[in-house]
């Protein structure tokens, strides 16, 4: 496709009409792309293997086109629709044949984020600019820390909205008639992939930036672990003010010294440590901000302590680590330290990461269902070193070794779910051959957590934590991970309804032990 059509079209006011723009997917970010686009004016073709019965009946009330049918090979409609664009929603992966097809066919090749970076101006603030954007990704804590960030920054007077991956289209947010100050972006490895292929006048251009953490993970959609670290690295280009990095993982400075920013932009450490100046961190229990002050070579500002985030559930090391980049894009944009603690004050995570689902006969219950990778279990291992560990599912393609042999070892014992069982089975018999290991059978979906909490209260004890941190995706036996969490947590209140175990609490955060902190 020329430049010549495609290079000004970097507005909601441009002239999109009659552009012929392909859609790949028929989920929320598809729908989203299509009703977006047929406001505009273009011609949309919507191609999909399957489509959700409202989004099938709504494409026709707006003016898009639709095609369901197999796509492991181009289908004829497309080919004969002759796109200028196509829009691939975030599923779709670079060894796709439709996604090989455009690239080959020199069609150009967009994802949802940048179509919403180029219509961002639909709805300005007073000031006639559009919102400004902050990047978030990371393979564990994205939507803690955009929830987070959005959080802090609304305290501190702003209009923010998290949105993208989170589950809000970012069309559907730049489309918002109420318009925000902040954009807070969680974008996924998948979208970060397609924005690296923007190759208009005005690509993406963040405020604020944070890549919190790498590790192997979506390693079957990259096809290796460069690929999904080189998609990652995307998040700080171009950014206008801070990148902000994680400097206890080496791999996310390194992204901020190889990336293209503005001049004037500023890279941002945090970690669990003392902080240097430009730096978020720990003083003595006290998080605290040494980069956005003008002496941070001799003072600090005081942002909250870790006595205060534990009593609202929130010391877990990985959760404070989350915290302190939230606060750094939150600084960032002027937000004062009373803010952010008043965010603090109000904030609890969402259901399935690290939540306490009852505490009965001194066990504790702990689901962490979303540590869907074996990094984000490593946290949750952390925070509960000695934990009767209930672990495994679908392992796409990682190694889980290295967590089985670093963190693994100490566990009191091991419940072993899943299709991957036996990589699972075997990582222990290497790393770990000393902890009792129990195995319930993939084929038992209905039933699986009820054997396993029966499983796990025959080994715990007065003290013990159970913990579901399965380092695994969910899909071989349930919906998703919120399904696997939820059948744990009932399999647990059964038990302790039932009669079978104590009821001491049913669990709220109060209850939940505190962590020891960094």
Not at 117 to 133: H, L, N
Request: hydrophobic share 45%.
């Amino acid at each position: 496709m020329s430049s010549a059509r495609l290079d000004p079209l970097t507005s909601w006011h441009a002239d999109w009409r009659g552009l012929r723009v392909a859609v790949l997917g028929l989920s929320v970010t598809g729908f989203s792309v299509a009703d977006t686009l047929a406001e505009l004016g273009a011609d949309v073709l919507v191609v999909t293997e399957s489509a959700d019965g409202e989004y099938a009946r709504l494409l026709p009330v707006i003016g898009a086109h639709l095609h369901v049918g197999p796509l492991d090979t181009v289908p004829s409609e497309l080919v004969d629709f002759a796109p200028e664009v196509v829009i691939a929603s975030p599923g779709f992966s670079p060894q796709h044949p439709l996604v090989l097809w455009a690239q080959e066919s020199g069609v150009a090749l967009w994802g949802d984020v940048e179509l919403a970076w180029r219509v961002r101006d639909k709805v300005v603030r007073a000031d006639g600019a559009p919102a400004d954007w902050v990047l978030v990704t990371g393979t564990n804590g994205k939507t803690t820390t955009t929830r987070l960030a959005a959080t802090m920054m609304v305290h501190g007077g702003l209009r923010a909205a998290p949105c993208g991956n989170i589950g809000v289209p970012v069309l559907d947010a730049v489309r918002d008639p109420a318009g925000f100050d902040v954009l807070v972006v969680e974008l996924s490895s998948h979208q970060l992939w397609y924005l690296g292929l923007q190759s208009g006048p005005e690509p993406l251009s963040p405020h604020a930036a944070v890549c919190l953490n790498l590790a192997d993970d979506h390693l079957e959609w990259h096809g290796s672990f460069q690929a999904y670290r080189d998609a990652k690295a995307v998040v700080y280009a171009n950014t206008r003010v801070a990148c902000v990095y994680n400097k206890a993982d080496a791999a996310t400075r390194a992204m901020v010294e190889d990336a293209e920013v503005v001049e004037g932009a500023r890279a941002i450490g945090f970690d669990l440590g003392v902080p240097g100046p430009s730096d978020l961190g720990l003083v003595d229990g006290i998080l605290v901000d040494r980069a956005f002050l003008e002496e941070r070579s001799t003072s600090a500002l005081e942002l909250t302590t870790v006595a205060d985030l534990a009593a609202r559930g929130l010391a877990a090391p990985h959760v404070v680590a989350n915290i302190l980049a939230a606060a750094a894009l939150a600084r960032s944009l002027g937000v004062e330290p009373p803010a952010i603690r008043e965010a603090l004050d109000e904030f609890a995570l969402d259901p399935h990461r690290i939540q306490v689902v009852a505490v009965s006969g001194g066990i504790t219950w702990v689901d962490d269902s979303k540590a869907t990778n074996p990094h984000a279990a490593a946290s949750s291992l952390a925070a509960y070193p000695g934990a009767v560990w209930v672990v495994g599912g679908l392992l796409k393609g990682v190694d889980i070794g290295g967590l089985i042999a670093s963190r693994g070892s100490i566990a009191k014992a091991a419940i072993v779910i899943g299709v991957d069982r036996g990589e699972i089975v075997a990582a222990f018999a290497r790393h770990a051959p000393g902890v009792p290991l129990f195995e319930v059978d993939h084929a038992e979906t209905e039933d699986v957590m009820a054997r396993v909490v029966e499983l796990a209260a025959g080994v715990a004890a007065d003290g013990d934590v159970v913990l579901l941190a399965p380092a695994s995706a969910s899909f071989d036996q349930f919906d998703s991970y919120a399904d696997r969490g939820r059948r744990f947590a009932r399999a647990v209140t059964d038990r302790i309804d039932n009669g079978k175990a104590p009821r001491d609490s049913d669990h709220p955060a109060e209850d939940a032990p505190e962590q020891s902190g960094p």
